[in-house]
């Protein structure tokens, strides 16, 4: 009996009446830090479609690119989308976003490295761990001593201590593997890159015949002369010394992803229009139709296709002197390793 009447009294007390109805959490509670790494918010204003963070991010279903429908006055913008229910907010979304303004934002938490830190010198140099094989030969070779060190099984350039002197470039055995990147120029640098890859698509893509005819376990093997490719790329940064290094440096790495189209095979299902993320691939008069320009290569299209229609193909490069004195990139190609259509 006392402890109901206990509770009346506590429920009669001016000051609990005034709490209850003027009740709101305490703000530090509410209030975000800084440092809090919350799910990740989208600027699809700013997006490039580059696919960095859908590659880089470890949780399934957690991101992908959707392209927004044309209107009458201009072509939808693709973007990233974030699935909460699958999004772990690791962050590396944002990290390796390119566009500045970033596209994906999520917090200060995460940890941005810049690409370049400004040193007096025109050129620096890095080490590429997707081609280093952990020889140690360029540590030996260091003039400085401990410019090159090796942690968490990686070897690095310390760039505080690095002088450029090169000679760990000239005693490495992999082509690639360490790399001079210019630290001047650095935007045409990159619309020569661009260049690069518009050019080595374009070249694969006149040879869509002879690709489809690839088969698995085939290798198909092309040599493109690269003095127009040059040529262009003088216009842009008269630096022949750079723009070689530039080729050098993205077909060492370049991988592309090559999606053919056989109309033959093709019985306009329409499976693949409707699962198409981008809106490349749609009905019309005559028929299903892709267009190359609105193509994310993802491959969606080629593992849904029940006829075999759709190929999928990895080329890969290396730049080289031809026998005539000039350059030339060397292109091999190979189906994908998904599963090929019967």
Same mark, same amino acid.
């Given at each position: 009996?006392?402890?109901?009447?206990?509770?009346?009294?506590?429920?009669?007390?001016?000051?609990?009446?005034?709490?209850?109805?003027?009740? +709101?959490?305490?703000?530090?509670?509410?209030?975000?830090?800084?440092?809090?790494?919350?799910?990740? /918010?989208?600027?699809?204003?700013?997006?490039?479609?580059?696919?960095?963070? =859908?590659?880089?991010?470890?949780?399934?279903?957690?991101?992908?690119?959707?392209? $927004?429908?044309?209107?009458?006055?201009?072509?939808?913008?693709?973007?990233?989308?974030?699935?909460?229910?699958?999004?772990?907010?690791?962050?590396?979304?944002?990290?390796?976003?390119?566009?500045?303004?970033?596209?994906?934002?999520?917090?200060?938490?995460?940890?941005?490295?810049?690409?370049?830190? /400004?040193?007096?010198?025109? +050129?620096?140099?890095?080490?590429?761990?997707?081609?280093?094989?952990?020889?140690?030969?360029?540590?030996? =070779?260091?003039?400085?001593?401990?410019?090159?060190?090796?942690? !968490? !099984?990686?070897?690095?350039? $310390?760039?505080?201590?690095?002088?450029?002197?090169?000679?760990?470039?000239?005693?490495?055995?992999?082509?690639?593997?360490? +790399?001079?990147?210019? /630290?001047?120029?650095? $935007?045409?640098?990159?619309?020569?890159?661009?260049?690069?890859?518009?050019?080595?698509?374009?070249?694969?893509?006149?040879?869509?015949?002879?690709?489809?005819?690839?088969?698995?376990?085939?290798?198909? +093997?092309?040599?493109?002369?690269?003095?127009?490719?040059?040529?262009?790329?003088?216009?842009?940064?008269?630096?022949?010394?750079?723009?070689?290094?530039?080729?050098?440096?993205?077909?060492?790495?370049?991988?592309?992803?090559?999606?053919?189209? $056989?109309?033959?095979?093709?019985?306009?299902?329409?499976?693949?229009?409707?699962?198409?993320?981008?809106?490349?691939?749609?009905?019309?008069?005559?028929?299903?139709?892709?267009?190359?320009?609105?193509?994310?290569?993802?491959?969606?299209?080629?593992?849904?296709?029940?006829?075999?229609?759709?190929?999928?193909?990895?080329?890969?490069?290396?730049?080289?002197?031809?026998?005539?004195?000039?350059?030339? /990139?060397?292109?091999?190609?190979?189906?994908?390793?998904?599963?090929?259509?019967?």
């Amino acid at each position: 009996m006392s402890s109901v009447i206990w509770y009346l009294y506590e429920f009669a007390r001016k000051s609990w009446a005034e709490n209850f109805a003027a009740a +709101k959490s305490n703000s530090e509670i509410m209030d975000k830090p800084s440092r809090f790494r919350d799910y990740p /918010i989208v600027h699809k204003e700013y997006c490039i479609a580059c696919g960095a963070c =859908t590659a880089a991010c470890p949780a399934p279903m957690a991101i992908k690119l959707v392209r $927004d429908v044309d209107s009458a006055h201009e072509q939808g913008i693709t973007y990233p989308v974030i699935n909460n229910r699958g999004c772990i907010r690791c962050g590396f979304c944002a990290e390796v976003c390119p566009t500045d303004p970033k596209t994906l934002t999520c917090g200060e938490n995460h940890l941005i490295r810049e690409k370049f830190t /400004i040193l007096p010198v025109d +050129k620096k140099y890095v080490i590429d761990d997707y081609l280093c094989i952990r020889c140690k030969k360029c540590m030996k =070779t260091c003039q400085v001593g401990d410019a090159i060190v090796e942690e !968490n !099984n990686k070897i690095l350039i $310390d760039q505080k201590k690095c002088i450029s002197c090169g000679e760990c470039l000239k005693t490495c055995p992999v082509k690639g593997a360490i +790399k001079g990147i210019h /630290i001047a120029h650095i $935007d045409e640098q990159k619309e020569i890159i661009n260049l690069v890859v518009d050019t080595l698509e374009a070249y694969i893509e006149a040879h869509e015949e002879d690709v489809k005819k690839v088969g698995e376990g085939d290798v198909f +093997k092309l040599d493109m002369d690269s003095d127009d490719l040059i040529e262009k790329a003088r216009a842009i940064l008269p630096n022949d010394e750079l723009i070689h290094d530039i080729i050098e440096n993205i077909t060492d790495r370049l991988k592309l992803r090559i999606i053919t189209w $056989d109309k033959n095979k093709c019985t306009d299902c329409g499976l693949c229009v409707k699962e198409c993320p981008s809106h490349a691939i749609r009905f019309t008069e005559n028929g299903v139709i892709r267009d190359p320009d609105k193509c994310l290569k993802c491959s969606i299209c080629y593992q849904t296709c029940p006829f075999g229609a759709i190929g999928y193909y990895i080329a890969r490069f290396l730049f080289r002197p031809s026998e005539d004195g000039g350059n030339i /990139i060397h292109i091999t190609l190979k189906t994908s390793d998904l599963p090929v259509r019967s």
